[in-house]
């Protein structure tokens, strides 16, 4: 059975995102220069000047976009940069995603880490200096059951202050629970925003249902969570940047509902994984940066996330123009920190840098990296 | 040459007095957003503030004495802690005592942010934390909306200053609440100390000049080019305003229209035929 449509959708549905994106298509030079003009004089831009600055005509502008998105994440954020690091605490999966490398019936070696296997993996990334995990896993309602999420939440607030996951969508009184146990943020891509090819791409399993996992922040803002992490995989839907306008719409929609709730945003590209899932389409590298600097433009307070499927060079270039979080030193599989080679990962990351040489590249660019950034929301 | 910082001696200037303590700067300054702790604490100094607000979440007391922000303070200033990313007056609370244990000061910067966007004061929440906090013994310095009325709640509270804002915290705009800050400024009983927004060292002397007791400024040192020397102008600019201030403003005349030599009523001496109680034709009544 799937989930009725949660109040985003209804709003979804009354946006042409893809009639947008191709009218932006459409913009000239004049067309950017105006959208940067508005930019400029620190005005709100909305979604037709977005998808203006997602044009090929902006990508011949990306200096003086990205000079722009630089000022303005300056103002906004300072010289911050947040840092954290996942942790996967299972690989194991009942939904059938055709670009995941750890979608069910994938011959993968499997592994669901114990509460204390979990306790011991974190231990490692606090001595590393991390003091925000984000906690990820398959989807398998069984092995990451809601108990065993909100005891692995328990036994690592003391660690932490500040504790995301990155799961399956829950229902309201498990987000409450989460809540409870010390969770501050819930990050669930919705990988495109496009129905029909969501659709193909998500074959079986609790994911497949479009609605249930587009109201999961609707849910999870309601029982207090207080980060709500959005993200669109890029190469899945040939229209990308339909995607990244609704993407940005959802964005707008939370941060007016949710007003006490910070949004955080990421824009992964697929990159090689057990799936062995070729992307319909390449976001090249100029068009990435784009993507980023149109979004800071768009939305100054949106938190950007950028982890390290991404290269050295592209982390470096885009830490200095919008992104202002990063993961580092990662491993993508369960126990991967302390006991490696044991599961499958979940892809392979391109900066393999350690924490600490993530942390001295931002000093030397002229950023503070931010290790701790909350205080327990529960009593300890 | 006098230290920025230092009101120069002759215009009888009192010190700033905070729970108890004396100030001489009225410059103080908050330590986000800066590049690195050593450009902070360059900063710090530059600026001679004697009192610098450190936000709690990002202190580690776990790495204090390994590269933590407070290991970059300045020795000698005094601590200010803040509840910065505090949504609620309970989450305010325990922030606050969380710092109390790691600082022993009394003293505490209270900031009730919920709208992580404008990071807008909410005023119902801070009013609560500010009684909660006061009856839990702390020196308590308010973070407020500039709004004349909620001014004197937190100072009926018990808070030791308010400190409103000028405009939206990190905006660089400058006193856009000018017309009620110097309502508050007129009415409080405890030192006005305007916070957040102040973008240039003009505007922290204009907030000096309508009678601010300090300012405190952050962002616009953190994110200048050069943040020291910008620390610097900030100290002199606030020197500069309290001096103003104490000095006196003369009166402004209105327009810029010659004054007529002669009395304004001389006109009336010189009717030959006008009226005048004495030659009120009959019939018209008085």
Not at chain 1, 337 to 348: H, I, M, R, V
Not at chain 2, 44 to 51: K, Q, T
Not at chain 2, 163 to 177: A, F, K, Q, V, Y
Request: aromatic share 6%; with cysteine; hydrophobic share 45%.
């Amino acid at each position: 059975m799937s989930a009725p449509p949660g109040a985003f959708a209804k709003a979804l549905a009354g946006l042409d995102v893809a009639g947008l994106a191709a009218a932006g298509l459409r913009a000239d030079e004049a067309a950017v220069t105006a959208v940067l003009a508005t930019a400029r004089a620190g005005r709100r831009l909305g979604l037709a000047d977005l998808a203006v600055l997602l044009s090929p005509a902006a990508t011949g502008r990306l200096e003086e976009l990205a000079g722009l998105a630089r000022e303005t994440t300056l103002r906004r954020f300072g010289r911050a940069v947040r840092l954290f690091a996942p942790l996967y605490v299972s690989n194991a999966c009942l939904s059938s995603c055709t670009y995941c490398g750890f979608a069910k019936g994938l011959p993968v070696v499997r592994r669901t880490l114990s509460v204390d296997e979990t306790e011991a993996e974190a231990r490692l990334l606090a001595e590393r200096g991390f003091r925000h995990v984000l906690l990820v896993s398959g989807e398998h309602r069984v092995e990451v059951s809601a108990d065993y999420l909100v005891a692995v939440v328990e036994r690592l607030s003391p660690l932490f202050p500040a504790i995301s996951i990155e799961t399956q969508t829950w229902s309201d009184d498990t987000y409450a629970r989460l809540v409870a146990a010390g969770l501050v943020g819930a990050v669930h891509y919705q990988e495109t925003y496009d129905r029909d090819r969501y659709s193909e791409v998500h074959v079986a399993g609790w994911k497949r249902d479009f609605d249930r996992r587009l109201s999961s922040f609707e849910r999870a803002g309601d029982a207090g969570v207080r980060r709500l992490g959005l993200g669109v995989l890029l190469g899945l839907a040939v229209d990308w940047r339909a995607d990244v306008l609704a993407l940005a719409a959802h964005t707008t929609f939370l941060s007016r509902r949710f007003w006490r709730t910070e949004v955080t945003a990421a824009l992964p590209r697929i990159r090689p994984n057990a799936a062995g899932f070729p992307p319909v389409v390449v976001v090249d590298d100029a068009e990435f940066v784009q993507a980023h600097a149109a979004l800071r433009l768009y939305e100054p307070d949106l938190d950007l996330s950028l982890s390290t499927r991404e290269p050295v060079a592209m982390r470096d270039g885009l830490v200095r123009i919008a992104v202002t979080t990063m993961s580092a030193g990662s491993s993508t599989e369960p126990g991967g920190y302390g006991t490696p080679g044991n599961a499958q990962e979940q892809f392979s990351i391109s900066d393999e840098r350690p924490p600490a040489a993530v942390a001295t590249m931002l000093v030397e660019a002229g950023y503070d990296p931010v290790w701790k950034d909350a205080f327990p929301l529960v009593s300890l | 040459m006098t230290a920025p910082g230092l009101a120069p001696a002759g215009l009888g200037d009192e010190p700033l007095r905070v729970g108890g303590q004396a100030f001489t700067s009225r410059l103080m300054v908050g330590t986000g957003k800066f590049g690195s702790h050593a450009v902070m604490r360059d900063s710090l100094v530059a600026s001679g503030a004697e009192i610098v607000t450190v936000a709690l979440r990002r202190v580690d007391l776990a790495r204090v004495g390994e590269g933590d922000v407070l290991d970059f303070v300045p020795s000698g200033v005094t601590l200010l802690p803040n509840t910065s990313g505090a949504v609620t007056a309970e989450e305010a609370h325990r922030l606050a005592r969380l710092g109390r244990a790691a600082t022993g000061s009394q003293l505490v910067k209270l900031e009730v942010t919920p709208d992580p966007r404008t990071l807008a004061p909410d005023p119902v929440e801070t009013l609560r934390a500010a009684e909660l906090l006061v009856a839990d013994g702390f020196t308590v310095l308010p973070y407020c909306p500039a709004d004349p009325v909620l001014a004197r709640r937190l100072e009926e509270a018990g808070c030791a200053t308010v400190m409103p804002l000028g405009s939206w915290i990190g905006s660089n705009r400058g006193l856009r609440t000018r017309d009620a800050l110097e309502v508050i400024i007129e009415t409080a009983g405890v030192p006005v100390v305007v916070d957040a927004g102040l973008g240039v060292p003009s505007d922290a002397a204009e907030a000096m000049e309508i009678g601010a007791s300090a300012v405190l400024v952050n962002t616009a040192i953190a994110v200048a080019r050069d943040p020291v020397a910008m620390a610097r102008a900030f100290a002199l600019a606030t020197v500069a305003g309290r001096l103003g201030y104490l000095a006196g403003r003369g009166v402004v005349g209105t327009p810029t229209v010659a004054e007529a030599s002669s009395p304004l009523t001389g006109f009336l001496s010189s009717q030959p035929e006008g009226f005048s109680a004495s030659s009120r034709p009959e019939g018209i009544a008085p």
